[in-house]
């Protein structure tokens, strides 16, 4: 008898548990019902497999081919000031997902059953729901996400963990829409690189009409390959509900899913009764997957301007054929209430002044490249970072490469032909000035 062999397996099934705890910790989830699939770059997979049958196992009455999907990708996170009633995300989020996961069931049940109002196949079959989140928010987040989302992504960075001079955590866009293409390009059960699905990215404060995606599903037909909706923002005292839903022992997650419901149902009614006013901002944007093959989304991050002002003017819209902004004035989506809390109340020289000589020159001078995209100017660390990253987004590749870097190889003449380097030199002028009044450096020299 071997004396080793009983404290070889001991020490054999030690490790095994250990590796087992560390992968659960890592997962940060009940492994019954979000199961971890594959590591890739900057995201981690997650299935839910209570979810949606995806695209491949659609039950649509047009589908006479390769599945066709649109897949909804929004980054749900833990809101430190939600009341107790909706922790860990906050009324508006929980609002959110309520509304985007009754329009996708409202679409699916439409398209399977044959009723979508056209003659052909729409231009997707079915709406898939992709929820890229933090890892330290998963834990927190793990009930909500197994009810509402199709599919969980964890997304390995952030804009904490990539810059020494910020302290928030904010998800980079193209670690949100790659999240969003692994669902489809790979693996996951589909493996159709080439086959044609759309993209739909909104803001996580971004709540849905009934008919959000049928509404989609009728723009985009004739070849659209981008489409922007325009939010509409809803006063909170035209939803009298919520004023309530707070001062409420709303218990577990069935009740609180009611109670939020009820609220949908107030904010749709205001929306559809003219109580709305139009949001000038992008916050729902579709792009189909031969224009996203076609643009490297660089470090730009979420939330913060001038995000999304360089993603619709001078980046999707320049390397799209076909697009369309729609301006809805009674559906499509909104907002409840108009915080907009990435725009500065005031600002303070002293501060702003030392964030700019945190930066090398060098580095700042990126900023000369960021096309006009927003009325705010940099403001912090974090606003500084963002619009360096829109100017390396935007600079051309090489002194005989003109072609902006964000254009994948293949589609440089696509990207001269549309002129997509030229915007009106003042902004540079208007950048220069500003670092010069705030951290007295010269950005033109």
Known sequence: MNPWSQDLR????????????????????????????????????????????????????????????????????VNEHSSPNFEPLGMTQWIMMASMHDAKRYYNAKAEAGTLDLSGRPTFDVVMTVCPVFHHDIEKLSDILAHYCDHVRVLRRSTASEYPNIHRAIPFLKDIIEAARSVVEIGNGYNYYNMEYYVMYTNADISADEDLFVFAERELRGGV????????????????????????DLGGMAIKHQAVMRALSQSRSALRGSLSTQHPGHDCLTIRSDVLRRIDFGDIFIAMPPWSGVMNNWVVNVMSDRRKIVKPTMFGTFHIGDERSWVPKNIDPYLLGAAINRYNVTELKNILYCPPASRIMPYDDCTIQQYINCGKLVKPKSKTNLAAS?????YEDLFHQKKGNRFSGNQKDKYIQWFQKYGDINLGE
Request: proline letters at 8%.
């Open 10 to 77: 001991v020490a054999f099934l030690s490790l095994l548990l250990a590796v087992l705890l560390t992968a659960i910790s890592y997962a940060g989830i009940d492994f019954a019902t979000l199961t971890p699939v594959n590591n890739l770059g900057t995201v981690s997979l997650l299935s839910n497999r209570n979810a949606t049958g995806g695209a491949a196992t659609v039950k649509s009455a047009y589908r006479d081919g390769p599945p066709r999907p649109l897949i909804h990708v929004f980054n749900p996170y």
């Open 225 to 248: 390959q981008f489409l922007n909706i325009l939010r509409r923002t809803i006063a909170p005292e035209n939803v009298p509900l919520l004023a309530s839903l707070n001062e409420l």
């Open 406 to 410: 964000y254009v994948m190889p293949g």
